[in-house]
């Protein structure tokens, strides 16, 4: 069974506010609450969140080399990955950009993996994450 998660980029030149929205195949249990455990030992919205969180200044690190190369460089990417009862994030992939940018988008792909969610519960995650990059 997968619980998919739709997460808000963070620590990015972010416009907007985004609304987490928790959505589940098959059966349907219990949104987590902000700032709550989830049930089961499944990981909650905020856990998720705090990960990509610590590694922001990484992929921001990556967006200002690619600046470097085009400066009017900005836009969206939306990756999605599996996060594995161990913890570990596999196989992100670039779900959708308007970024061009190949290699930033490979190397923000390389980032999401080196991620780590910690070990937690038995059941595997999907995650969905838009990034939204913009120079300051």
């Not at 219990?30 to 089961?40: I, N």
């Not at 599996?82 to 970024?99: C, F, Q, R, Y």
């Not at 923000?108 to 910690?118: D, N, Q, R």
Request: hydrophobic residues 40%; proline residues 8%.
């Amino acid at each position: 069974m997968f619980n998919r998660l739709l997460l808000c980029g963070l620590g990015l030149s972010i416009v907007g506010v985004c609304t987490p929205a928790v959505e589940a195949q098959q059966p349907k249990p219990p949104a987590p609450q902000a700032g709550k455990e989830a049930a089961s030992g499944e990981r909650s919205i905020e856990e998720v969140k705090a990960v990509f969180s610590q590694h922001s200044d990484k992929i921001f690190e990556a967006y200002r080399r690619a600046l470097q190369r085009r400066p009017t460089l900005a836009g969206k990417a939306g990756y999605v990955l599996e996060v594995s009862p161990d913890g570990d994030a596999v196989n992100p992939e670039l779900a959708w950009s308007n970024l061009n940018d190949p290699e930033l988008e490979r190397e923000i792909a390389t980032i999401i993996l080196s991620m780590k969610f910690g070990k937690k519960g038995t059941k595997r995650m999907i995650v969905s994450f838009p990034i939204e990059l913009q120079p300051k």
